[in-house]
């Protein structure tokens, strides 16, 4: 699915809902540096609450890099299958991403910047969570780079690998939290 900014898929939502199973979702990123995709309409009590993903999907930039603002920012949570996630070439302004219950979830050459938390993970009991960030990713002015969540007493492993990635002027670079 190839989404451009002046197709009548002009929607990060609209996208995600029409997109596949494990299909990809190409996203055109002419003007959209000023005038980024939005997470409209998922408006709640006046404010953006996010992007619910509950599937397995790639989002690459195409063209150039895409800017997606969304303050709500993208929440992945795996309902029941094996859930892999994969971003390429895609810049996040003020956008945290959270992962819950993910398997596997590549970050290659994406931007986040002046967000709270750029990437939180959330382990789910008995899950096994593989994070990459690769191919000359840029994390500036963010909170934390990464934040994890662990339940208390679970069999559950984290394996994260980090290449050709920048980091500046973040506040914090990992966080490690129980549930």
């Not at 309409?41 to 690459?60: C, D, F, Q, T």
């Not at 994260?160 to 129980?178: K, P, Y």
Request: glycine content about 6%; overall charge positive.
């Amino acid at each position: 699915m190839v989404i451009k900014p002046n197709l009548v898929i002009k929607s990060i939502v609209q996208a995600v809902q029409q997109v596949k199973w494990s299909r990809h979702i190409y996203l055109d990123g002419t003007g959209t540096k000023r005038h980024p995709y939005e997470c409209t309409p998922a408006i709640m009590n006046g404010r953006h609450s996010g992007i619910k993903v509950h599937k397995r999907l790639s989002m690459e930039g195409i063209k150039s890099a895409p800017h997606i603002s969304c303050f709500g920012g993208f929440q992945f949570q795996n309902n029941s299958r094996k859930l892999n996630i994969v971003l390429s070439g895609i810049a996040f302004p003020q956008t945290p991403l959270r992962f819950e219950g993910c398997n596997l979830v590549k970050v290659l050459n994406c931007s986040f910047c002046n967000a709270t938390k750029a990437l939180t993970v959330h382990m789910n009991n008995n899950t096994s969570t593989h994070l990459d960030t690769q191919g000359f990713s840029l994390f500036e002015n963010n909170t934390s780079y990464l934040e994890v969540f662990t339940p208390n007493n679970q069999n559950q492993s984290l394996k994260v690998n980090v290449s050709d990635t920048i980091f500046q002027g973040n506040r914090h670079l990992f966080t490690l939290r129980e549930q």
